[in-house]
């Protein structure tokens, strides 16, 4: 089936750089993808969908200019966290739909931790 | 590994309930989830439940949880066609990654 990849799988990083963390789809284009944040003990939040070509759809409270997201082909987005902060520190997924009925293809997730 | 099932489509008549099933394997499941998907949007929380509970209500939505099966539902009060969207549900074990159902779409008919 449809895989989807993110790199890197965990991430250290001190307070005030950026990083940026890589979705992609693997055998499968994809125009839109979704990127979703998960903080401790709680669920999955979406942050923002993510358009091939376009600007990217923030969710409320979702700060664009913190969270800046690239969808430059059918298969990568990127998500890259500026000038990053220990509140910053979560695990973060994307997903992309896939062609089938109901497809929903989740990457492996990227653990971020801000020193 | 865990796994999720979830049977693919329901049709409801507008303003009937909707209950919607979903069955897990990880018995060590800490939360359990539903999502709704709206065509075209990502994945929103709709609600969710710690593993000690057995029933949670908010408003229109009812989860239960039977832990002895390993079976979740939800149920929708007064379908709306607005409602009508894909369903996933989820579980998690607090610190591993999430693992999700195929998704149910709901078709709620005027």
């Known amino acids: 089936g449809a895989v989807v990849s993110q790199h890197p799988s965990r991430v250290i990083c001190k307070s005030g750089t950026s990083v940026k963390i890589e979705c992609r789809s693997l055998?499968?284009?994809?125009?839109?993808m979704f990127w979703y944040r998960q903080f401790p003990k709680q669920s999955l939040m979406l942050m923002a969908t993510s358009n091939e070509g376009s600007k990217a759809t923030y969710e409320q409270g979702v700060e664009k200019d913190k969270f800046l997201i690239n969808h430059a082909s059918l298969t990568l987005s990127t998500l890259t966290v500026t000038s990053a902060h220990p509140e910053d520190s979560s695990f973060y997924i994307c997903?992309?739909?896939?062609?089938?009925?109901?497809?929903?293809?989740f990457g492996p997730g990227t653990r971020l931790t801000v020193l | 590994g865990e796994d999720v099932e979830q049977s693919l489509f329901l049709s409801v008549r507008e303003g009937d309930s909707s209950v919607i099933n979903c069955t897990y394997t990880d018995s060590s499941s800490t939360y359990l989830y539903w999502y709704k998907q709206e065509p075209g949007a990502g994945l929103q929380l709709l609600t969710y439940?710690?593993?000690?509970?057995d029933m949670k209500q908010d408003q229109r939505l009812t989860v239960l949880l039977n832990k002895k099966d390993k079976h979740l539902s939800l149920r929708i009060a007064d379908t709306q066609t607005g409602d009508s969207a894909i369903y996933f549900c989820a579980e998690n074990n607090y610190g591993q990654n999430f693992v999700f159902g195929p998704g149910t779409r709901l078709s709620v008919l005027p």
């Open positions: 997903s992309a739909p896939g062609q089938g009925v109901n497809e929903q293809f």
């Open positions: 439940i710690f593993s000690n509970m």
């Open positions: 055998d499968f284009q994809a125009t839109t």
